[in-house]
């Protein structure tokens, strides 16, 4: 009797899925990895940098057709659970690409938040081919959140943060707009809205001569300082608190074969200029508001400051003219987005950089 229990219990077990753990070690395993040539690193790069998707502003005009009912119940984060769709471009169905639909996120998996699931959309490469999403392999697809206008215009508000970002960095996620109308099987339209694609971390990296890897406990002394002082400017910027470096938090780290580290931003919707109605800063920086600008980052000299403020001086003409190039961005938004940006530029002129981040500065090693 011991016998047959222990074979059945062994049966049982070898039955059981085994679970698949991330060694503590994998981030410098795979920054230990080889790196290819030269040449190989070079042609990457050109090949990342020239994907059809990001090769213009125009938003897409999509169909998407899958069981959202099934989908949007998906709420559990990092599910691996995929549902089959398909993707036709310009409304064209007899050019349908064939799909995998996951849901994704954090507090935008909450149902009282969202009732539509922000998704990742995966692909075979070869069904892509001569398509605008040629080379893509998987991709975050920002959706409206709700079924309203108003939750389809902080689509159009968080897109915009990334195109500000691009003109300040060169190591930045790409986004591109599109019109999606969701379909459900039997082929009946569920609704037409605003989505945005996000780039993929892994053409980020090949861009950057890179890799995307996820080092944990990252300190500020650890990165690129003109790029580390780049992004946490630009998150006092648009009033992003919703970031952390040290936990990997809306920011992915891109090391280069030399070991330098850029830290590249994404996800603003808890930023003070997309000022969605979820968004809340934690309670322990001792804001009330996501709208209040607080500076995280190093702290340093004046003139240090004052340098790296430069570049976001030089683009101001363009930064503000991005909110004139969304013709479907509300009149209201477009008004109160340029106030609250003239009011950054304001706080860090020369004359007041010393009180705006010089003396209230809080030294930390990180964040």
């Not at 500000?164 to 190591?171: D, E, R, T, V």
Request: aromatic share 8%.
């Amino acid at each position: 009797m011991v016998v047959v229990g222990l074979m059945a219990t062994s049966v049982l077990a070898a039955q059981e899925p085994v679970k698949k753990t991330k060694a503590p070690n994998a981030p410098y395993l795979k920054l230990a990895e080889p790196w290819p040539d030269a040449e190989a690193t070079r042609q990457r790069r050109i090949e990342a940098e020239n994907r059809p998707l990001f090769a213009s502003h125009e938003p897409l005009v999509l169909t998407l057709k899958a069981d959202f009912k099934a989908v949007n119940k998906e709420r559990t984060e990092n599910s691996t659970r995929r549902f089959p769709g398909t993707l036709s471009v310009g409304g064209d169905s007899s050019l349908s690409i064939p799909v995998e639909l996951g849901s994704r996120g954090h507090s935008r998996l909450h149902v009282a938040t969202c009732g539509w699931v922000p998704l990742r959309v995966q692909f075979k490469k070869k069904e892509t081919a001569g398509t605008v999403f040629d080379g893509q392999s998987s991709l975050k697809l920002v959706t409206h959140c709700r079924d309203n206008d108003d939750f389809e215009q902080h689509v159009l508000r968080e897109y915009l943060p990334y195109r500000i970002y691009g003109l300040l960095s060169p190591i930045a996620f790409r986004a591109r707009l599109a019109k999606v109308t969701y379909v459900d099987p039997a082929g009946k339209p569920l609704t037409t809205r605003y989505g945005m694609f996000i780039e993929d971390d892994s053409d980020v990296a090949r861009r950057a001569e890179a890799r995307s890897i996820d080092l944990p406990r990252t300190a500020f002394k650890d990165m690129d300082q003109d790029s580390l002082m780049t992004m946490t400017l630009f998150e006092y910027m648009i009033a992003n608190t919703d970031v952390s470096i040290v936990k990997l938090h809306n920011v992915k780290l891109m090391v280069t074969e030399q070991r330098v580290t850029y830290p590249i931003p994404y996800d603003f919707d808890y930023s003070g200029l997309v000022n969605t109605p979820y968004a809340n800063p934690d309670p322990k920086l001792g804001i009330t508001s996501v709208r209040d600008r607080m500076y995280r980052g190093p702290c340093s000299s004046e003139a240090e400051f004052d340098r790296a403020l430069e570049k976001f001086r030089e683009k101001k003409a363009e930064v503000m003219a991005l909110y004139d190039s969304l013709p479907d961005l509300s009149t209201g938004y477009r008004k109160q987005a340029r106030s609250y940006l003239e009011s950054f530029y304001a706080a860090t002129e020369r004359s007041r950089l010393r009180k705006t981040l010089v003396d209230g500065c809080v030294r930390a090693p990180a964040m």
